[in-house]
């Protein structure tokens, strides 16, 4: 193996992100998606007659959309650190929380 080889291995190791970096993605892609759950909910039906309120409301799903399915990511990521799931059984029960949350929040 070259020295080249060597270095490019020493730098292209894979590094876990720490806790505290996982913990503060998944809070702001909580509040993200409950601000645009919000919303979504608050939205008024009868608006729809107007077509320069739509921007408003596709960007909150497209928001809730992205948002939602990132936590979703986050959250199987760190069931399969706690060895809690594996691969899609992980994504799975990460789905099913970020859902019920959505749930819940639509209820209010």
């Known amino acids: 193996m070259s020295e080249v080889e060597r ?3 020493g730098a292209l190791v894979p590094v876990e992100p720490s806790m505290a970096l996982s913990e503060r993605l998944e809070r702001r892609l909580s509040e993200l998606t409950d601000a645009a759950v919000g919303e979504l909910a ?4 009868s608006a729809l007659r ?5 921007a408003r ?3 909150a799903g497209i928001v809730a959309g992205t948002a939602g399915g990132a936590l979703v990511l986050v959250r199987a990521r760190q069931k399969q650190r706690r060895r809690e799931a594996q691969g ?5 029960r990460g789905m ?3 859902s019920a949350d959505m749930r819940h929040r639509l209820r209010r």
């Open 7 to 9: 270095m490019l291995r």
């Open 42 to 45: 608050e939205f008024d039906p």
């Open 50 to 54: 107007d077509p320069r309120r739509w």
């Open 88 to 92: 899609l059984r992980a994504l799975q």
């Open 57 to 59: 409301l596709v960007a």
């Open 96 to 98: 099913r929380e970020v």
